[in-house]
């Protein structure tokens, strides 16, 4: 398979601040990239800019064939990103932001229910304003938002983060479906361990820039 | 673009029922009543102005909460990826927004004929221009609430920038309002209110996807 994701001496500014200053990445479709870095290295806005939410002002980079330089917007429905923010609607409840998200990238709605039942989020959870959830009941939407809508590339930031033991071990399970099921996973993370575990490969971002770049568990174990 | 719209559209209504904030913009008309005095003729003479002050006082209010859904900075980034049409986006919201003004409108209309004493029948034949009105507002609203969403001082700036551009919408309501109640027709009032509704909707649909664009 071919890059998925490509980036050449990569910038992305916030505000006036350049949160990426020159970052060289290869990523194979298919495999699971894991970005770690202190606090501030950049590694959230590596996401956005693979999502297409971040324009790039240097550099050159192509992410699932779209140009970053072109028009985002096809490269965006392509993308699925867990953030730190709660996705979608706090006033919706759980079922009714997947069944506007899938409405709104044309797929059925049923897809929803069985995404909401595998991560836990059901009865009257799936059925009270959003912004009610707990942290980690939030992120659990966000990940049945990613399962439901199936994205060609994952962005996972800081995925672990908020989760119980039990939550982790099933986002782990969903980034290796997905990986399986030819889907490209990029994910931050502050945890080596954890990270390198669920990885193909792993950067080290630092001051906006690939400081160091090698091989995770999972091409170890393969 | 008229999926998406109708999509956004059912989205905020939905939001916007479990608020019920609205139907509160229904006390301004009150107090306006009970400043105007007892007298029928002062009431009569000022329904057409307070009905527009009203409904712009609503506006702002309703514009600003449409904002809002879309601004927390997680709602923002999801929504982007959703791939939903900018314009059809646009288009959901304002159509929202003028339902929402357009039931107000009706509530406010009852309370002209309860507390104001105005000619229901004459009332009725303004319907068409007050629709006109009431569909630039939205858009208006709309596009300014998307101009200021996501600044710190959103609930600052946004009555300071969509008052004037509100301000030919409230004159035209107000003379084409009381030109109907005092037994003439809209005549021009409506063309002007039409043409405004159109070139803020034409110029919302344009502008909303750069506006939601970071620069």
Not at chain 2, 130 to 138: D, G, P, Q
Not at chain 2, 184 to 197: E, I, N, S
Request: proline content about 5%; hydrophobic content about 55%; glycine content about 12%.
């Amino acid at each position: 398979m071919g890059p998925a994701v490509s980036l050449r001496s990569a910038v992305a500014l916030l505000g006036r601040f350049p949160a990426l200053a020159g970052v060289d990445l290869d990523v194979e479709a298919g495999s699971v990239l894991a970005v770690l870095g202190p606090n501030g290295a950049g590694k959230t806005s590596l996401l956005c800019l693979l999502a297409g939410l971040l324009p790039l002002r240097a550099g050159t980079g192509t992410v699932l064939g779209c140009d970053l330089r072109g028009d985002r917007r096809a490269l965006r429905q392509q993308v699925g990103l867990l953030g730190h923010h709660l996705a979608l609607y706090p006033d919706l409840s759980a079922t009714e932001n997947l069944a506007f998200a899938l409405r709104a990238a044309r797929r059925p709605v049923t897809d929803g229910v069985g995404a909401l039942e595998r991560v836990g989020l059901v009865g009257r959870l799936a059925d009270v304003p959003s912004r009610t959830l707990s942290a980690g009941q939030q992120r659990r939407m966000g990940l049945a938002w990613l399962l439901a809508r199936r994205p060609a590339l994952w962005l996972l930031d800081e995925p672990a983060a908020g989760l119980d033991v039990e939550a982790r071990a099933l986002c782990e399970e969903l980034v290796g479906e997905a990986a399986r099921s030819g889907a490209t996973v990029a994910l931050t993370s502050h945890d080596h361990a954890a990270a390198a575990g669920v990885a193909d490969h792993v950067v080290h971002l630092s001051g906006g820039i690939v400081t160091s770049a090698r091989a995770g568990e999972r091409v170890r174990v393969a | 673009m008229w999926r998406d719209a109708v999509l956004v559209c059912a989205k905020d209504l939905r939001i916007e029922l479990r608020a019920r904030v609205l139907l509160w913009q229904v006390l301004p008309l009150v107090l306006f009543a009970l400043a105007l005095g007892p007298s029928l003729v002062a009431l009569r003479h000022g329904a057409p102005g307070m009905l527009w002050l009203a409904l712009l006082l609503a506006t702002v209010l309703a514009a600003g909460r449409s904002a809002q859904i879309e601004s927390p900075e997680g709602t923002r980034a999801s929504v982007r990826l959703l791939g939903l049409d900018p314009g059809g986006v646009f288009l959901g919201k304002a159509l929202a927004l003028f339902v929402e003004l357009a039931v107000l409108t009706a509530v406010l209309a009852v309370g002209l004929l309860v507390g104001f004493h105005v000619d229901g029948v004459r009332l009725a034949l303004a319907a068409p221009l007050c629709a006109c009105a009431v569909a630039a507002l939205a858009a208006v609203g709309t596009l300014y609430g998307a101009v200021v969403a996501g600044t710190d001082v959103a609930g600052t700036l946004l009555p300071l920038l969509v008052l004037p551009a509100l301000a030919p919408v409230l004159i035209a309501g107000e003379r084409g309002t009381a030109a109907v109640l005092q037994g003439g027709g809209p005549g021009r009032w409506a063309v002007v209110l039409g043409v405004m509704a159109v070139v803020y909707v034409a110029v919302g649909v344009v502008l909303y996807g750069p506006l939601e664009e970071p620069s």
